[in-house]
């Protein structure tokens, strides 16, 4: 058998060939150092990768944090203005609308408002009535006085010879016997 | 800017008081000693149901008040209500006033009349002082219109 190409060895040390092709590099790679040291190289290769030892690992990981840290500074430095916001469209348009309503209850209600002064200057306040009435005296000085509030007045000829004779009384002029 | 509130009549319903107009006939006499009518005075208003006709007696010592409601039930009769207030002194230069007040209610109907002694009656007919009667008579007010309608 001829030499295997190195893809094809790599391809046998992954377990990718058949198994005829398998059985076949494996009996040459036992008689042929080149092969052999091709496989081993293979082997060394990935031996080293399950081992995760990745030369400058930790450099490069130190490089992408400090990249990071950078760009988070500069982001925390700029205007509020120049951020990016992200806004979803239905959102957008609650609070248009939201924004549509308000200012036409702002714009109603002044107009609500200025149209009540209107009929509150044409309504004179009411004048004030003080009455100092202190004692039944006073109470009956007011009556004698103002006659306003009733329907019917009458003046008593006699009212001298007047005076509360018992309890009042409201009867059937049926049932009354004058005199009696 | 001035409402005119006669505009708005036409939008008013006021035939529910227009059915319950009444006519509250009054005649107050002043009585003597032998219960013979000494002096008597008439007086009429007209007001609906509910409303008080507010009369006031006034003369000498003293002044009455006397506040009649008449109320229509719906089967046509009344339940009249009088509400009487007295304010008077032992006599003309004493300045001590006496106060009494009372309310009396008696159902009647339209028509009859009901006598009010906002004084008390007097029983005693040696007493000395002279009684007052008011003859209390409330009638429905026919509206003119209805009775054409009627004949």
Not at chain 1, 50 to 68: L, M, T
Request: aromatic fraction near 6%; charged fraction near 25%; include cysteine.
């Amino acid at each position: 058998m001829m030499c295997p190409d190195k893809e094809l060895i790599s391809a046998w040390h992954d377990g990718e060939t058949g198994r005829r092709w398998s059985e076949e590099i494996t009996m040459h790679i036992t008689d042929c150092e080149d092969c052999a040291a091709e496989a081993g190289r293979l082997d060394s290769l990935s031996i080293l990768l399950h081992e995760s030892k990745i030369p400058g690992e930790k450099e490069i990981r130190d490089r992408v944090y400090n990249a990071i840290e950078r760009r988070r500074a500069v982001g925390s430095s700029e205007a509020f203005w120049r951020r990016h916001i992200d806004i979803s469209m239905p959102v957008l348009l609650s609070a248009a609308a939201m924004l549509i309503v308000f200012f036409a209850a702002v714009l109603f209600a002044f107009q609500r408002l200025e149209a009540v002064p209107e009929v509150v200057e044409e309504i004179q306040p009411e004048p004030e009535i003080s009455l100092q009435v202190i004692s039944l005296e006073d109470a009956a000085a007011i009556l004698l006085s103002d006659d306003s509030g009733f329907d019917v007045l009458i003046t008593i000829p006699s009212g001298d010879a007047l005076s509360v004779t018992g309890e009042p009384q409201l009867i059937r002029e049926a049932d009354y016997r004058r005199g009696e | 800017m001035i409402v005119d509130l006669s505009a708005q009549s036409g939008s008013l319903d006021l035939s529910y008081i227009e059915n319950k107009k009444l006519s509250i006939n009054m005649t107050t006499r002043i009585l003597g000693d032998e219960n013979e009518t000494i002096w008597h005075m008439d007086s009429s208003k007209i007001t609906v149901s509910g409303e008080a006709v507010k009369v006031k007696l006034s003369g000498g010592n003293l002044i009455v008040i006397a506040n009649i409601t008449p109320y229509l039930n719906s089967d046509n009769t009344l339940f009249l209500v009088a509400k009487g207030e007295i304010f008077m002194t032992d006599s003309a230069d004493s300045e001590e006033v006496k106060y009494y007040t009372t309310l009396k209610s008696l159902p009647v109907t339209v028509g009859e009349k009901v006598i009010f002694f906002p004084l008390g009656m007097a029983y005693d007919s040696n007493s000395n002082f002279y009684s007052m009667e008011m003859e209390i008579q409330v009638q429905s007010v026919e509206d003119p219109d209805d009775s054409a309608k009627v004949e």
